[in-house]
Nanobody, 119 residues
Framework: VQLVQSGGGLVQPGGSLRLSCAAS????????MSWYRQGPGKERELVAR????????IYVDFVKGRFTISRDNAQNTAYLQMNSLKFEDTAVYLC?????????????WGQGTQVTVSS
């Protein structure tokens, strides 16, 4: 089982980045995908989530209107498009795959990718 992330880096305020999370080793289309982030000295926090079919998404308030989560089940990949980046978006971003089949929970994490917003 693997979640391999790519797409982070250094960007100026107002810029854009797209993160990718490529899955293998499990049935991707059965899993809810989420993006979390952990800033310096902060706790990990949810950024966005997308249902297994892609039909439902949720965003936390501080990224609404700026970030877009999506997925391609044919390519076993989830994405996070980040626009209008701000200094406070600087963090390590992690993708998560979760499936709940009572009573078990399957939970996988990507390796994390650094996003740095700096002028």
């Amino acid at each position: 089982v693997q979640l391999v992330q790519s797409g982070g880096g250094l960007v100026q305020p107002g810029g854009s980045l797209r993160l990718s999370c490529a899955a293998s080793g499990f049935t991707f289309s059965q899993y809810t995908m989420s993006w979390y982030r952990q800033g310096p000295g902060k706790e990990r926090e949810l950024v966005a989530r997308i249902s297994n079919t892609g039909g439902n998404t949720i965003y936390v308030d501080f990224v609404k209107g700026r970030f877009t989560i999506s997925r391609d089940n044919a390519q076993n990949t989830a994405y996070l498009q980040m626009n209008s980046l701000k200094f406070e978006d600087t963090a390590v971003y992690l993708c998560n795959a979760r499936r709940i089949q009572f009573p078990s929970v399957s939970d996988y994490w990507g390796q994390g990718t650094q996003v740095t917003v700096s002028s």
